[in-house]
Nanobody, 124 residues
Framework: QVQLKESGGDSVQPGGSLRLSCAAS????????MGWYRQAPGKERESVAS???????????TYAASVKGRFTISRDFGRKTLYLQMNDLNLEDAAMYYC??????????????WGQGTQVTVSS
């Protein structure tokens, strides 16, 4: 069955960096859309970034406006691992981060498979 396991969450100071990982198994990682989401206490879950294959067999990435230019989503097909490089972290980035997978990106929230999450804390 589909399994997603996040890791890499930690406590950092504002301006710091972290790299989150999501180990995937049980599905065709090469063709699925993969995404990172986050949810802070008292707030709704929000999409952070996604990555999939476009019509020309290239990779297509999308980012939330709040993280564009600071976060980078990528994946290693050989390791079947999704990454989220997060730079210049600020207090608003503190949240539980989740990895999600679906055959289509617009299915991530409604039909996707989800990991258990990894906690990112940003504090001075």
């Amino acid at each position: 069955q589909v399994q997603l396991k996040e890791s890499g969450g930690d406590s950092v100071q504002p301006g710091g960096s972290l790299r989150l990982s999501c180990a995937a198994s049980g599905f065709n990682f090469n063709v699925y859309c993969m995404g990172w989401y986050r949810q802070a206490p008292g707030k709704e879950r929000e999409s952070v970034a996604s990555i999939d294959i476009d019509g020309n067999m290239g990779e297509r990435t999308t980012y939330a406006a709040s993280v564009k230019g600071r976060f980078t989503i990528s994946r290693d097909f050989g390791r079947k691992t999704l990454y989220l490089q997060m730079n210049d972290l600020n207090l608003e980035d503190a949240a539980m981060y989740y990895c999600a997978a679906a055959i289509r990106c617009d299915w991530l929230e409604t039909h996707g498979n989800w990991g258990q999450g990894t906690q990112v804390t940003v504090s001075s």
